[in-house]
């Protein structure tokens, strides 16, 4: 280990300390977060949960039946909250109360008594309370949801249960506040502050909170959300999970009459052309740093708020992320360094990775991360190996925390190596737009330098690549591993079948396109690979992988090409005929 990468660690572990003793010291003074909320005998309003909900999935809750994160338990007349979770993430789902939404969304008489029944269960039982139940993200969203569906249990119920109900929820927001006290940086931190100004503004006789929670709410934005509209952890999900929560917040201060301050509105206008920026042409999320496959509904209904509308920025320096869009073709490359270790627990070693669609149909891609079951997929799934990207002697650009005691206190495996720097040239050329990037992330382990050049075509019918292996200037190759491997990770939807020369393989995508990939003076394997991010779970896919030997070649030319037969060609061909000629 070098000596950067220990003081990185150290680093890591002081911070978690120092947590750790302000939680501590703060538990002597614990008494006075009871002070806050203060009184407060009703709620003011009801946030709006832009998430959406299924009226369905209330039968199947009142029939005992709970289905989250792909597990299905059912409580034969015992209690839910009695149940052993057949997993974490089903557990997290249960304790945040987000199924509240299916039941308000039926709104009948029986599924507003069946919510108070289970809320009244969970209040009347403190004894049996979890250690997950603390878990910031988990607090926050029980406690958002509390607020907004309070419609559904409040309505009409009898004023014994309200103040019960009330006294419950001040008592999560109490705790919310301790809880500050010792949480990660994040989207964790950022979901407690917007929780607590939720809290603030909907319960009575807090306008001297309001004015704290918002401040707090404010700072934490400006330094969490970048100047281009990403987020310090450079995972596209955490957009789609913060402005679920942003956006409605926004509707709660205009609600109460309030100016919402101008952080929030500056971050809001910032991430809604991001959400468009890692979209492909079928509406799916570009897999990068931990992303997952985006509810659709959800991602409509987000992109319903924003007003301009546009285009695709195709720059995104601060998050660093370039994409190039010719004809239906986008490409969406990773061109920045890994994010600051204190929010790189979910961060991939993917510098210079890249995705490719065209039209609705996406071909190359990332491998993602699986909405469910992350921990057993972790480990591969940010390696390097796992994008479309070059691979050096089958390690990773970025090296992560890798002993068991350190994740455990550190909560997770942070990185603690990786490119320090990206360099990245841009410019249109005779033939179409030019993007050249080089990365560092093998340099003090290897001597080597990675650059990556791409060219799409105007039309957006061939994309050509360049992918280069070359010592830094004034360093040379440290030690005698030379091999690396080039990787293309396809979409399971993309039929591919290796060409008779081994030179090339033959891609049909699901509208009948067709595809070549080609590299003419190297051979090219078709391995099996997996899709993670797949909305039924892990699907088993292809990689064309090229493998080559630094001492006998350095670079490796190839590209995709779209076929002149295809469907999509042949249309493009005839709308170009059919446009009428502009007199001169």
Not at 123 to 145: F, G, H, Q, W
Not at 209 to 216: K, P, V
Request: net charge positive.
């Amino acid at each position: 280990m070098s000596v950067a990468q220990r003081r990185q660690i150290s680093t890591l572990i002081a911070g978690r300390f120092a947590r750790n003793l302000v939680a501590r010291a703060g538990g002597g003074t614990v008494a006075l977060s009871w002070l806050w909320p203060g009184r407060t005998d009703r709620l003011i309003i009801a946030p709006h949960d832009l998430r959406t909900a299924d009226a369905t999935r209330a039968a199947e809750i009142y029939a005992g039946r709970f289905v989250f994160a792909g597990k299905i338990v059912t409580c034969h007349g015992r209690s839910i909250f009695d149940l052993e979770p057949p997993s974490e993430d089903w557990e997290a789902a249960l304790l945040g109360f987000g199924w509240l939404r299916h039941l308000r969304a039926a709104d009948t008489a029986l599924t507003r008594a069946n919510a108070r029944s289970l809320i009244d269960d969970w209040i009347s039982n403190p004894t049996r309370k979890r250690p997950l139940e603390r878990r910031a993200d988990v607090l926050a969203r029980r406690v958002i949801s509390l607020l907004s569906q309070a419609p559904l249990v409040l309505g009409d119920t009898d004023g014994k249960f309200y103040r019960k109900y009330l006294r419950a929820l001040t008592r999560e927001i109490r705790y919310m506040r301790y809880a500050m006290l010792d949480i990660a940086d994040g989207v964790p931190r950022l979901q407690i502050l917007i929780a607590l100004c939720y809290a603030s503004l909907c319960l009575a006789n807090q306008a001297g909170h309001i004015r704290s929670a918002t401040r707090r709410l404010a700072d934490e934005l400006q330094r969490q959300i970048l100047p281009d509209g990403g987020h310090i952890s450079r995972n596209p999900g955490a957009l789609l999970e913060l402005l679920s929560d942003l956006l409605p917040l926004r509707q709660t201060f205009a609600a109460r009459n309030i100016p919402p301050p101008a952080a929030l509105l500056n971050a809001i206008d910032r991430m809604m052309p991001m959400l468009r920026f890692f979209r492909h042409g079928d509406g799916s999320f570009a897999l990068f740093n931990g992303m997952s496959s985006a509810p659709s509904d959800l991602v409509a209904t987000l992109l319903a708020y924003d007003d301009t509308h546009g285009v695709p920025t195709t720059n995104m320096p601060h998050t660093g992320f370039q994409r190039l869009d010719a004809g239906a073709m986008t490409v969406i490359i990773d061109t920045g360094p890994p994010p600051p270790p204190g929010v790189s627990q979910d961060a991939h070693a993917g510098c210079l990775s890249f995705e490719l669609s065209s039209g609705p149909s996406r071909i190359v891609i990332n491998c993602g991360m699986p909405a469910t079951g992350r921990d057993n997929w972790r480990p591969f799934a940010r390696s390097t190996a796992a994008h479309s990207t070059l691979t050096y002697h089958g390690t990773s650009s970025c090296q992560f925390v890798e002993l068991s005691a350190m994740k455990r206190l550190l909560q997770g495996a942070p990185i603690i190596d990786g490119p320090d720097h990206v360099e990245i040239y841009r410019e249109m050329v005779t033939n179409g737009e030019l993007l050249t990037a080089s990365h560092d992330g093998y340099l003090a382990r290897f001597g080597v330098v990675h650059r990556r050049v791409l060219m799409a075509s105007h039309d957006g019918a061939r994309l050509d690549g360049e992918d280069t292996v070359a010592t830094a200037p004034g360093a040379r190759i440290k030690g005698n591993e030379t091999d690396f491997a080039l990787r293309f990770h396809l979409h399971p939807l993309v039929k591919a079948s290796r060409l008779s020369d081994a030179r090339g393989v033959m891609l049909v995508l699901p509208n009948r396109d067709v595809w070549t990939f080609e590299a003419l003076d190297d051979k090219v394997g078709l391995e099996d690979s997996v899709f993670l991010a797949g909305n039924d779970g892990p699907r088993r896919t292809a990689q064309i992988v090229i493998r080559q030997d630094l001492r006998h070649a350095a670079s490796i030319r190839w590209s995709f090409v779209r076929s002149a037969a295809s469907p999509s060609a042949t249309t493009s061909r005839r709308n170009a005929r059919s446009e009428p000629e502009l007199p001169l």
